[in-house]
T-cell receptor
Framework: EPEVTQTPSHQVTQMGQEVILRCVPI?????FYWYRQILGQKVEFLVS????????KSEIFDDQFSVERPDGSNFTLKIRSTKLEDSAMYFC??????????FGPGTRLTVT | AQSVTQPDIHITVSEGASLELRCNYS??????LFWYVQSPGQGLQLLLK??????LVQGIKGFEAEFKRSQSSFNLRKPSVHWSDAAEYFC??????????FGTGTRLQVFP
């Protein structure tokens, strides 16, 4: 069964550094998403991406964040200058057109 | 604004007992409704979903949920809980083809 994959599983970085989280969505899916979950809290929507552009973003998704689909398979989330409060689990998800979002296993980002 | 409420932060049940986890949503139309389960340190696994039609939906692992439009609820049930069901359970609302809004989660603890 096809699945969404994410790399790395755990990323440790120092405050102020740039990080890129990578996701490979399911191949025939058209919509892509990033969510984050701060430890012990609920899952929060960050951004949705369709047809090579952002379709919606939350207030969390400020200028420090960017997304890109650099080729036909990868979908990346970049945090330009990480802050301590960016420490969280980041989930990628994808969907064909309508219905169930398929989630990846997540990347745990630790900012020290 | 759209929202999802899971009023029970923590529920403890004995193995073999029945379970009901509550979920209420606030949205102007009938959204897509989901229940996800998350084991510690793991990703999100879809238990079941409601898009339309029969208001009682069956999911994996013996779970079911009932959509009640009049109560704006989508409660999750299981007739007999197993120790392996101990996890965090998230109700989520899907808005058209875009973002999911998650509830704050219910942590289920199962005693032998």
């Amino acid at each position: 069964e096809p699945e969404v994959t994410q790399t790395p599983s755990h990323q440790v970085t120092q405050m102020g550094q740039e990080v890129i989280l990578r996701c490979v969505p399911i191949s025939n899916h058209l919509y892509f998403y990033w969510y984050r979950q701060i430890l012990g809290q609920k899952v929060e929507f960050l951004v949705s991406f369709y047809n090579n552009e952002i379709s919606e973003k939350s207030e969390i998704f400020d200028d420090q964040f960017s997304v890109e689909r650099p080729d036909g398979s990868n979908f990346t989330l970049k945090i330009r200058s990480t802050k301590l409060e960016d420490s969280a689990m980041y989930f990628c998800a994808s969907i064909v057109l309508r219905g169930e979002q398929y989630f990846g296993p997540g990347t745990r980002l630790t900012v020290t | 604004a759209q929202s999802v409420t899971q009023p029970d932060i923590h529920i403890t049940v004995s193995e073999g007992a029945s379970l009901e986890l509550r979920c209420n949503y606030s949205y102007g139309a009938t959204p897509y409704l989901f229940w996800y389960v998350q084991s510690p340190g793991q990703g999100l696994q879809l238990l079941l979903k409601y898009f339309s039609g029969d208001t009682l939906v069956q999911g994996i692992k013996g779970f079911e949920a009932e959509f009640k439009r009049s109560q704006s609820s989508f409660n999750l049930r299981k007739p007999s809980v197993h120790w392996s069901d101990a996890a965090e359970y998230f109700c989520a609302v899907g808005l058209n083809t875009d973002k999911l809004i998650f509830g704050t989660g219910t942590r289920l603890q199962v005693f032998p």
